[in-house]
């Protein structure tokens, strides 16, 4: 199994959602015992392996269960049954902004965001310059982010996200915000990635940039696996049933 990236073995995942949710401690006093809880069933039974050095696509429509996987395979949340394995040093790219404070210059978020990636300053120093030249955010690096774009967080993310020299990376939909020039360059530098042997996973409902990133394809449905196998086969009975 040493050449197992990511191992997931009959993994489910639920949240509980409450109606009438209380907010003062004296509300919940008074409900304790009478708040109707539901179950939402967010992935079933899901088995799935993906190996060293591939490049994995995860599809379906919205609320299907794609982001709620890379937050599990990230150790954002934990499965309620079943287990993950992820083997070497991660990196991920969930959310926009997420792990960067406001009031810091995109300089001083460089350096909190790699550290986070388990980055000491030393290696992070090493590869400032090459994180600032990629995000091209020029003079602004050195202003406080909360005066940045969607599309500038995005730059300033993905710049940091692919420098830390992760075996396996996780990417959701965030590519999708920003200009059509850096799309492409971050596109290309995936596939750069791949060819030096990561490992990816990507999430998207962009098919071009599925075809041009992917060998293979996971199409989630209702929380479980439709279909896996070669990108094409998938995107093509995907398109079938979802246009």
């Not at 040493?2 to 004296?26: G, H």
């Not at 001083?108 to 090493?126: D, H, P």
Request: charged share 30%; hydrophobic share 40%; proline share 1%.
């Amino acid at each position: 199994m040493k050449d197992v990236a990511i191992e997931i073995k009959n993994m489910s995942k639920s949240f509980n959602i409450y109606a009438d949710k209380a907010n003062t401690l004296k509300e919940r006093i008074i409900r304790l015992g009478k708040g109707k809880k539901e179950v939402h069933h967010v992935l079933n039974n899901i088995n799935l392996t993906i190996k060293k050095g591939e490049t994995v696509a995860l599809i379906g429509v919205n609320g299907s269960g794609k982001s709620t996987l890379l937050k599990l395979i990230t150790k954002i949340i934990y499965p309620n049954k079943g287990s993950i394995k992820v083997r070497g040093k991660t990196s991920s790219l969930l959310e926009l902004g997420a792990g960067f404070h406001p009031d810091f210059s995109g300089r001083e978020n460089i350096y909190f965001n790699a550290s986070i990636f388990g980055l000491t300053k030393k290696e992070i120093y090493k590869r400032l310059d090459d994180i600032i030249a990629f995000s091209e955010l020029g003079e602004y690096i050195d202003a406080p982010i909360r005066t940045y774009s969607s599309g500038m967080y995005m730059r300033l993310a993905f710049s940091v996200a692919i420098n830390v020299d992760a075996d396996t990376i996780l990417i959701d939909e965030i590519l999708a915000v920003g200009d059509q020039h850096f799309q492409e360059k971050c596109m290309n530098k995936m596939k750069e990635l791949k060819e030096q042997g990561k490992t990816m996973v990507f999430v998207s409902h962009s098919k071009d940039a599925v075809e041009f990133l992917c060998d293979r394809a996971v199409w989630l449905h209702e929380g479980s696996i439709r279909m896996d196998g070669k990108t094409k086969e998938v995107l093509k009975e995907y398109t079938k049933v979802c246009g």
